[in-house]
């Protein structure tokens, strides 16, 4: 049963979750969608820093960090 | 959908332009046996750079930007074949994001006259991680050159379950696929004779074709693009159809190609665009959508899954290194180690460093009869040089640490678990090392900012990171403080402490500031990889530290040099025959009651004389008189002339300070120099104005070390920066700042101090 979309920021920690949309202004959306971002794709979140930014996440088998303020525009539903 | 074959790609090559380099244009003298080496970073591309062409690589700059230029030739290839492999920076896609990736997108382009066409293309792909490498590797097949795919890092991928069919993948990507270990030199060969037979017999070009499957609509777009792109270049090198595709899906193509398009590209470009936009097609997106589509297909078709291992040994170690609290244990932990080590292991080469230039200056000096020359020889060029040489052995640690956190993937750590402190003063966690590293040295600190993608903020760490105190401003608190608390150990620790804390807030507090006004620009995005750890390769660390070192060597040297002179005449002259008579006398006098064997007690009044004679020469010199034209400037500082030619000569390096004020004030040099310290100490305690107050008071030598803390009173450093930034203005404008700022905290000090009825 999936759960509710929510921002890829606030699934919990180990949790695999599928990208619905991208909300980041297009101009800065280049480089997250080149590293393997895509509406579709599987993300899992991995953990936080020890001062609660950045987020660690895992996407096509690798390790990716970003800002917490970014990874609250990536609108995911956990599977 | 497969685009006209028919590209007319077959242009004549290029000729190596004549652009300015840091390489000379023999390197390339063949350009038909150029072979070009991109991939992704952390894809092992410098690994197997260094695997193939040995230790024998060119080090040097990209004509008129930063970007480092690493050539090599090719190792173990028959008589008579000179193949030359230039590395690439690492890249993610072919829509750079930063000075590096721009030029590696402009080498595979043919833009740069000063880089040859490639007779071939090796693109490093990361196996462990091979969809988001095919992404880059795909794009660059597209381009047409004839390409290599060197899939590395096979054993990670097999450690991780995934088998890869290297063969599948070849007639996926229509291009040889060389499976690879490069740490291991596993595949090597093959890849190396593979080169060599391609180079020879001239490998086809690519079939022009894209690995994206665009609408119906779009893919007509891109082919009207592509003929307009052809008719504008006739003598193309590289597939219209991807320049097309890059041309119309990255908003910063044409920006950053300023006069390479024509306005007719230009309102093409922009027509299509809107076009696409009606017919409701997210132009930004579609072309990266449809590839990512493409490659997941290919990796699920060539790999198997032996499901071993979801979780891998670099996910493992993350679960500590990166913990919550165990993370920042770790992290302070390594850090303290670094210091700890560069403080204590780099004591002794400097010090060996240290009385091979008091040795060699000896002997010249004996070798060359007393005058100007061994004068300029001895006192100017090897002593001064002298003192900023003997820093090397800190500098080459610093290089090695670096080194050994960049390649065991340990930095990117660092940069995440740093972010959120970095991010308040507008910068990335990427800047952290660099500004920790100048606590030791500003100068590997300032060389390891080229990792910072964002100019503004490599520019801002740069302008901020002398502000760190370094190692050679020890000396000068050391002896300042000993001045003020001989005796108490805990105020000369606070003391200490308060001087380290003042250059920290005030870095971050500038950084915050430019970031507001002069290089203003928001925070920069994070999307940083964390890369898989590995064990460090020696080589590839050692290499990284002496190409450095010998960078920060060739850099600053001349700098150095010229500086070193300058202040030895500074120091020198005019010259006051009647000082040296009157001195000269009394030398005689002095010898002549002595008897057959001069007592050892002699023997010190007569070296006394000398040191009176050398500190009254240099109280009658250039720097003694710019001292006094000083005083007006620095006397609301609390300081007086004396402390001015220190400040002075200082410029070579900081810690020339202790030793300008012992001529200053008369004091024997010594081989121990704690003792030494200690007299000199004793001296600037004992001194008095006119009045019979002290000249070195608490506050005045406090306000001196908060002037020490935060002027840019370092050659090297600035000789670094030059050649960072590639200008003098920014050199320039950080000395006038940060000695600005010292100005002013020191009068604030001081002033504020005497209000307070301190000193």
Known sequence: MPGPVQPLSSLPLGAAATITEIKVPPEHRGRLLEMGLLTGTTVQLVRFAPMGDPVEIKVRGYNLTLRRNEAELIMVQPK | ?759
């Open chain 2, 1 to 759: 959908m497969e685009p006209n074959n028919n590209t007319g790609i077959q242009g004549a090559n290029k000729m190596p332009g004549t652009g300015t380099s840091d390489i000379p244009q023999s390197a390339v003298r063949n350009p038909q046996s150029f072979v070009v080496l991109t991939g992704n970073p952390n894809s092992g591309k410098t690994t197997l750079f260094n695997a193939l062409t040995g230790l024998r690589a060119r080090v040097g700059n990209y004509a008129g930007v930063t970007v480092e230029r690493k050539e090599g030739k090719l190792r173990g290839t028959p008589e008579g074949t000179d193949i030359t492999i230039l590395d690439l920076p690492g890249t993610y896609s072919l829509s750079p994001q930063s000075l590096d990736e721009q030029v590696a997108r402009d080498v595979l382009f043919q833009r740069l006259p000063e880089v040859p066409a490639p007779a071939l293309v090796v693109v490093v792909v990361d196996a462990s991680n091979l969809e988001r490498n095919l992404y880059f590797a795909t794009q660059v097949i597209e381009l047409g050159h004839p390409t290599f795919v060197a899939l590395n890092m096979m054993d990670v991928a097999e450690q991780n379950g995934h088998l890869i069919d290297t063969d599948d993948l070849a007639k996926a990507l229509g291009v040889p696929v060389f499976p690879l270990v490069a740490s291991a030199s596993q595949g090597l060969d093959e890849l190396r004779r593979a080169i060599v037979q391609s180079v020879k017999g001239g490998t086809k070009r690519v079939l022009p074709r894209l690995f994206c499957e665009l609408p119906e609509g779009f893919g007509r777009e891109i082919d009207t693009l592509a003929q307009s792109l052809k008719k504008s270049f006739n003598q193309r090198q590289t597939s219209a159809h991807a320049e097309a595709l890059l041309v119309l899906c990255d908003e910063k193509f044409l920006l950053g190609s300023a006069g390479y398009y024509s306005d007719e590209i230009k309102n093409a470009v922009a027509e299509t665009r809107k076009r696409l936009e009606a017919a409701g097609v997210d132009w930004r997106s579609a072309s990266i959508e449809a590839r990512y589509a493409r490659i997941s297909a290919m990796q699920q078709a060539v790999t198997t899954d032996s499901g071993a291992g979801q979780e891998t040994f670099s996910d493992r170690v993350d679960r500590i290194v990166t913990h919550k609290f165990w993370g920042m244990v770790v992290f302070i932990g390594i850090m303290a180690l670094m210091f700890l080590t560069i403080f204590t292991v780099a004591k002794w080469p400097m010090d060996w460093m240290q009385s091979a230039v008091t040795w060699f200056g000896d002997k010249v000096g004996a070798m060359i009869p007393p005058g100007d020359l061994q004068s300029l020889l001895v006192k100017g060029v090897i002593q001064g040089v002298g003192a900023v040489v003997v820093f090397l052995p800190q500098i080459c640690l610093l290089f090695l640490f670096i080194g050994l956190l960049e390649d065991t993937g340990y930095m990117a750590r660092a940069a995440f678990l740093m972010d959120r402190l970095m991010s308040k003063v507008g910068l990335h966690g990427k800047s952290f090392i660099p500004m920790l590293s100048s606590f030791a040295c500003a100068i590997p600190g300032i060389m390891a900012t080229r990792t910072i993608e964002t100019p503004k903020d490599r520019l801002v760490t740069i302008l901020v990171a002398p502000l760190m105190s370094c190692s050679a401003r020890l000396p000068v608190y050391a002896l300042l403080i000993a001045s003020v608390f001989p005796h108490r150990a805990v105020m000369a620790s606070i003391t200490m402490l308060s001087m380290y804390l003042l250059g920290i807030v005030v870095a971050l507090l500038m950084a915050w500031l430019f970031k507001k006004t002069l290089l203003k620009g928001g925070t920069p995005m994070l999307v940083m990889e964390l890369p898989p750890y590995k064990r460090p390769l020696v080589k590839t660390v050692m290499r990284h530290m002496w190409d450095r070192s010998k960078l920060f060597l060739q850099r600053a040297g001349t700098v150095i040099l010229g500086i070193c002179i300058i202040l030895w005449f500074l120091a020198t002259y005019p010259k006051h025959p009647e000082i040296s008579q009157k001195f000269a006398t009394e030398k005689a006098s002095l010898e002549k009651s002595f008897g057959e064997k001069p007592t050892e007690e002699q023997k010190a009044q007569l070296s006394s004389l000398e040191i009176q004679e050398s500190g009254e020469k240099l109280r009658q010199s250039f720097a003694g008189k710019m001292g006094r034209g000083l005083e007006p400037f620095i006397a609301p500082l609390g300081f007086d002339w004396k402390m001015g030619i220190g400040i002075i000569s200082s410029f070579a390096a900081r810690e020339v300070f202790v030793s300008t004020m012992s001529t200053v004030y008369n004091v024997a040099d010594s081989d121990d120099k704690e003792a030494h310290t200690k007299a000199l100490a004793q001296v600037l305690r004992e001194q008095k104005k006119p009045d019979g107050t002290p000249v070195y008071t608490t506050l005045t030598s406090i306000s001196l070390m908060v002037f020490y803390v935060l002027a840019l009173q370092c050659v090297s450093t600035v000789a670094v920066v030059r050649r960072e930034t590639n200008s003098w203005k920014w050199p320039v404008f950080q000395w006038v700042y940060m000695g600005v700022l010292a100005w002013v905290l020191a009068f604030v000090t001081y002033q504020g101090g005497r209000l307070l009825g301190l000193g």
